[in-house]
Nanobody, 121 residues
Framework: QVQPVESGGGLVQPGGSLRLSCAAS????????VAWFRQPPGQEREFVAA????????YYRDALKGRFTIRRDNAANTVYLQMNSLKPEDTTIYYC??????????????WGQGTQVTVSS
């Protein structure tokens, strides 16, 4: 059973960048879509970006297009989320999940514990 493990979160100033990593522990991501979600305080978990198993297709939350980039390295069993031009409203916990290439949390079976991203001066 695969366990996604996120890393790379931290504190960054507005306008800065972070790269989150999601590694597959105890298995592989092969054959499955992988997505990033985030959950602002008091709100439901929201879709950020997804990448198909082959890495050939990606999909983004409309509001994040152009700032966030998802990429997977199947040889390394890792999926990355490059976040640029970060804003204070991007502050929250980011989760990685394995499942279908889709945008709803229910389409994903395995979830990581999350990594905190804080954008503040």
């Amino acid at each position: 059973q695969v366990q996604p493990v996120e890393s790379g979160g931290g504190l960054v100033q507005p306008g800065g960048s972070l790269r989150l990593s999601c590694a597959a522990s105890g298995g592989t991501f092969g054959g499955y879509g992988v997505a990033w979600f985030r959950q602002p305080p008091g709100q439901e978990r929201e879709f950020v970006a997804a990448v198909r198993a082959t890495g050939s297709n990606t999909y983004y939350r409309d509001a994040l297009k152009g700032r966030f980039t998802i990429r997977r390295d199947n040889a390394a069993n890792t999926v990355y989320l490059q976040m640029n031009s970060l804003k204070p409203e991007d502050t929250t916990i980011y989760y990685c999940a394995q499942g279908m290439f889709a945008t709803m949390p229910d389409d994903y079976d395995y979830w990581g514990q999350g990594t905190q991203v804080t954008v503040s001066s």
